[in-house]
């Protein structure tokens, strides 16, 4: 994650797996939708989050998973508020 403004922050994700499914079941490893030559699922992520207050922040967040044949693109949209005291201040 990275903040380049003090009410702003960016990250980048990346996942990836390496696996190898040799001897393993086949009937299984179907059923899972992954096969016996091995799996190598990817996901990329990047997010935009702006803080308007310390008690708040909104998020948007893209993800691309290509674990499967076909990709699986996602959009989020995120807020969070904080109710209530904590640990700087006492109410």
């Known amino acids: ?4 403004l003090p009410q ?3 990250g980048i994700r990346y996942d990836w797996l ?3 499914n040799t001897g393993s ?3 299984v490893l179907t059923h899972a939708g992954l096969n016996n030559e091995g799996h190598t699922p990817k ?3 990047a997010m935009l989050e702006w803080l308007p207050s310390e008690f708040s922040r909104i998020r948007l967040q893209y993800n691309r998973d290509d674990s ?3 990709a699986d ?3 989020l949209a995120q807020y969070t508020y904080t109710l209530g ?3 700087a201040h006492r109410f």
Request: without cysteine; neutral net charge; hydrophobic residues 15%.
């Open 1 to 4: 994650m990275y903040q380049f």
């Open 8 to 10: 702003w922050r960016t």
């Open 18 to 20: 390496g696996s190898d």
């Open 25 to 27: 079941d086949n009937h």
């Open 43 to 45: 996901r990329y992520s």
């Open 68 to 70: 499967y044949e076909k």
């Open 73 to 75: 693109n996602q959009w």
């Open 85 to 87: 005291s904590h640990g």
